[in-house]
């Protein structure tokens, strides 16, 4: 499976072809906005004091911006999604010192959550309910003055995309922690609520179409399988632990778009998708769904090493780290999530702008 081969990317090279020969090319929609953690973070944690950053080789090996703080080998599943939209990769918002840009923000920060505790044993990272709060500095602060006024705001913001993957650091940095007293499903419910509070925050803010993808097949990472002692690929009672959550996230969603007028929450339903292509690899033109494609601390379980060379093949490899998947995976979902209704529904988001 190489991604050049990919929909999402005969369109960014059709967007780019048009872009040098002068062809007016219009987005499918105003702006991309990101929320989540290090599967979606762009550089954010580059300027917060954290040990969980991505911001040297062999990171960005194979990205053409280089080294950005993507935790992968190349690009996510943003970058995918911004390609196909027509829109620039989704800058980290920390990066930015000029007045905001009418094309989107990344809010994503590695080893954060959406519970507040979730990620502090790392350091300082930003949780969602923090990336909301520069969201509503964005909004409040930045935005206005570029726009006529409070309708076309209004409106520009109902149609622009909100992307958002978090709740793995939950259970991976934050469950698992002694002081944790709460059973897998009170756990699991102390989560989506905390989550349909933070969504609703967003459509206050004028989020509407909003994209929130499942917990993947945590017990098949490395960093979890290598460690932990099971038969078959994956630890799967780690999987069954991201399950309680998932189980809950189609009726909240349901629930938040039946009742906040005028939005969209769409389920990216990527787990299944990711446990099938750990299971069966050669299905998605993948060789190797067990080891990180670079040396990694911990003998393959933990992140890349700096500056030992990766694997020469890293299109053929399920992970990049021990917790991370390559370009090649992100690839393969953003190209679902934006074509079918496999893993997004009710709407892919080819028929999301449309809305």
């Given at each position: ?297 911990g003998n393959g379980t933990s992140m890349c090493i700096p500056f030992l060379k990766p694997c020469p093949n890293p299109e053929e490899h399920y992970f990049w780290d021990a917790f991370h998947l390559t ?29």
């Open positions: 499976m190489k991604s050049s081969g990919s929909p999402v990317f005969l369109f960014a090279f059709c967007h780019i072809f048009c872009l040098a020969f002068g062809t007016d090319v219009k987005p499918l929609a105003p702006a991309l906005y990101v929320f989540g953690d290090s599967l979606l973070d762009s550089g954010n944690n580059n300027f917060l004091p954290t040990l969980a950053k991505a911001n040297y080789l062999p990171y960005g090996s194979n990205f053409d911006k280089g080294i950005t703080g993507r935790f992968t080998n190349g690009r996510t599943l943003p970058d995918f999604v911004a390609e196909f939209l027509g829109l620039p990769y989704a800058p980290p918002y920390l990066s930015v010192r000029v007045p905001a840009t009418l094309t989107g923000f990344n809010y994503a920060s590695g080893t954060c959550g959406i519970l507040p505790e979730t990620g502090s044993l790392f350091g300082k990272c930003l949780n969602l309910g923090d990336q909301i709060n520069l969201f509503e500095r964005t909004v409040k602060s930045e935005l206005p003055r570029q726009f006529g006024g409070s309708r076309e705001l209004s409106e520009y913001l109902s149609k622009s995309i909100f992307l958002v993957s978090i709740g793995n650091n939950d259970y991976l940095n934050n469950y698992q922690n002694p002081s944790n007293q709460r059973d897998p499903q009170q756990f699991a419910q102390v989560l989506t609520d905390a989550l349909s509070h933070h969504f609703e925050k967003l459509y206050n803010l004028g989020a509407r179409k909003v994209v929130m993808f499942e917990i993947g097949p945590i017990g098949c990472i490395p960093s979890v399988a290598k460690t932990h002692e099971h038969t078959g690929q994956c630890f799967e009672e780690t999987n069954q632990l991201a399950s309680y959550f998932n189980n809950r996230l189609p009726a909240v969603l349901n629930n938040l778009t039946s009742t906040l007028r005028g939005s969209i929450f769409v389920l990216g339903r990527a787990n299944w998708l990711g446990y099938d292509a750990v299971v069966h690899p050669s299905k998605y033109g993948l060789k190797d769904s067990i080891n990180p494609c670079c040396t990694t601390w370009e090649a995976v992100y690839s393969v979902i953003a190209s679902r999530c934006i074509n079918d209704t496999t893993v997004c529904l009710p709407f892919n988001i080819k028929d999301l702008v449309e809305k």
